[in-house]
Each structure stands twice: as C-alpha cells, then as structure tokens.
Nanobody, 123 residues
C-alpha cells in the first residue's frame, strides 16, 4: 500500500515557476516508478512526466518537455516536479501516481494516486 500527498500548487502569473512535491508513505514506494499527470474539467488526465524507480530515468510527455523537470529522493520518499516558464494552458489539477511500468503514459497503468494539487496560471 502506498499513500501519496501532493503539495506546492498555487496561483501564479505566466512566466513564473513552481515546484510541486509528492510525499509518499509505504515501504513499497521505492519499487514503483512515479509519474505526474494533470487534469482540467471535462478532459482526461494528461501525462506530464515519469521517473523510474531504480536509476531515476525520466520520461516526458509533450506537455512536460523543455520546461518541466521531474526528480525523486528515495531516501525521503519524495518526488518533485519543477515547472518553469508557466503558461495559462498549464492550469489544472496535478496528480502524482505510481506504476510498476516505466515509460507508460496511460493513467490506467498507474495504481496509486494522490488527491491532487491545483495549479492556476494567469495571463
């Protein structure tokens, strides 16, 4: 069993940066790859980035390439998403989630989810 809690969201202006954090509990957490998704009302969850469990290999979706950086600290059971040069289209609820599979973008492949943190980017 893994519990995930996201934090770090907020209201920012276009061009600003935010760092989201995902705190995990459960001794099996290091066994999973961890991803970030985002969702806006009326749309499906969109894959942003993922980091592998063992070597920290990263994988980004189109929405995360170039401006976002995912990282993890297994000693602290933390995963981070650094978001730079934010744009209004980055607005949404951001979720962290775990998967046994790496390089997977499908939400259905993720088994544990946090409650999400709201990011709002004003123009």
């Amino acid at each position: 069993q893994v519990q995930l809690v996201e934090s770090g969201g907020g209201l920012v202006q276009a061009g600003d940066s935010l760092r989201l954090s995902c705190a995990a509990s459960g001794r099996t957490f290091p066994a999973y790859s961890t991803g970030w998704f985002r969702q806006v009302p009326g749309k499906e969850r969109e894959f942003v980035a993922q980091i592998s469990r063992n070597f920290g290999t990263t994988y980004y979706g189109d929405s995360g390439k170039g401006r976002f950086t995912i990282s993890r600290d297994n000693a602290k059971n933390m995963v981070y998403l650094q978001m730079n040069n934010l744009k209004p289209e980055d607005t949404g609820i951001y979720y962290c989630a775990t998967s046994f599979r790496h390089r997977t973008t499908a939400a259905s492949e993720y088994n544990y989810w946090g409650q999400g943190t709201q990011v709002t980017v004003s123009s």
